[in-house]
């Protein structure tokens, strides 16, 4: 039950205008709301054109904007590096005077980590500040651990060595976080994540996309160590939890055809194939994946992602299996995992398909490219022993007979029975964490009774 005080706390979220860090800030508000705060979310200007509910409010949040100091059509996504500077240098100034003006008195202010100067406008205006770390608890504690200089990592000289940190298992090069290997190339990222972990003293509270069933040791560790750092997730769409209202704040270009398509399929016999909002294959990997399922003659639900105003070329490696499966351009994701009739899920290992995958307890074939990963797909194979692992060729590439090996693998191989006994089991943990009392539950309990207890 609420008290008096709750109902009149007021929480403001602040994100950057990128639909994986909107998506999970803006389901933590809605658990938020559901414990009896107020919440606000701030954004960019820029947001607004790609949402698809009323932009006054969605769930019980209400929505604030401000400028990143960009025209609202300036394409953020094809020029990060001038997005975040731009926005560093605007978001600041435009953040405190929309604070200010505000007619709500804020108790507490969160943010997603890629705005790490919202800490020192939180100090300015002397609010408590918390932030909703949106990749796994596992990739928090690498980043402390090297941005801190706290252990040895790989080294131009040394680029092979292997890594082991408090509450890990040992990670090999080749399964750390491509952003601390010698090899990275993508300084921008680099350089904010350097800004976001030297400015974590200036907060208060962690709350980890996470639970405390899927990362315990590392969670624990993290505690032991300092740090106040609460799983409250997994913080994924409310259809994949079996709730009715759709919590998406982005318009999506779903192929329907695919929920038609998968309604004529057997139980547990669709491979679905995506790699995420980013990543776009080579001819080669769509060769090579298609000679693996044509290998398996199993059906597929394949996301082909091209390039802004590219068409998908007509393949004729595409046409010999086409009547074997179904190839889309976007697909209502959640939807999918949760369908009866899929089998397994060959993903690039991204942290919100990963947690989509574990709460619909659906097997992985990790297929990681960059960033966290191959980090996530160690977590896959080896800790929560979920799935298996596509095996690189010497050139980084893989061929379509390690695509067929891996399908039939977690399909029907030696292995599948754990595998798919541990997914279920995960997904069970999953919906128990966000449950009354549950591991996740509890802690947004508390970091509401100690927002509370700040304003009272
Ligand atoms: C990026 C990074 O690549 C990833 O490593 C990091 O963990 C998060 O940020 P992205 O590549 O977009 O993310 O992958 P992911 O985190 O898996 O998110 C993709 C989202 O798009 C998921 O929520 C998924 O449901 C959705 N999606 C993807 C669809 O709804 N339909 C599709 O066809 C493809």
Redesign the pocket.
Known sequence: MSSCCEQNTNVLLVTLSAQ?HLNPILRLGKSLVSKGLHVTLATNSSTLKNMSSAPNSTGGIHHEFFSDGLPIDYNRKANMDHYMDTLSKFGPVNLLALIQSHPSKFACIIHTPFVPWVSDVAADVNLPNAMLWI?PSTLYQIYHRFYNRLDDFPTESNPDMSVKLPGLPVFHADELPSFVLPSNTFRSFDSILKQVFHNMHKVKWVLGNSFMELEKDVIVSLNNGGHVFWPVGPLVPATLLGKEEDDDLFK?NEDSNCMEWLNKQKPSSVVYI?F????FLSEKDIKNIAAGLKSTNRPFLW?IRMPENKELPEYGFLDEIKEQGLIVS?????QVLSHPAVGCFLS?C????LL?SVVAGVPVIACPQW???PTNAKLVTDVWGVGVKLKKDSDGGFSGDEVGRCVEEVMSGLKSEVIRKNALELKAAAREALMNGGSSDNNIRMFVDEVVSFCS
Do not use: I
């Open positions: 994986g990749q999506s995506s995420g909002t980013l990543l996301v976007w697909s209502p994701q959640t690039h991204g942290w919100n398909s989509e960033t966290d990963q």
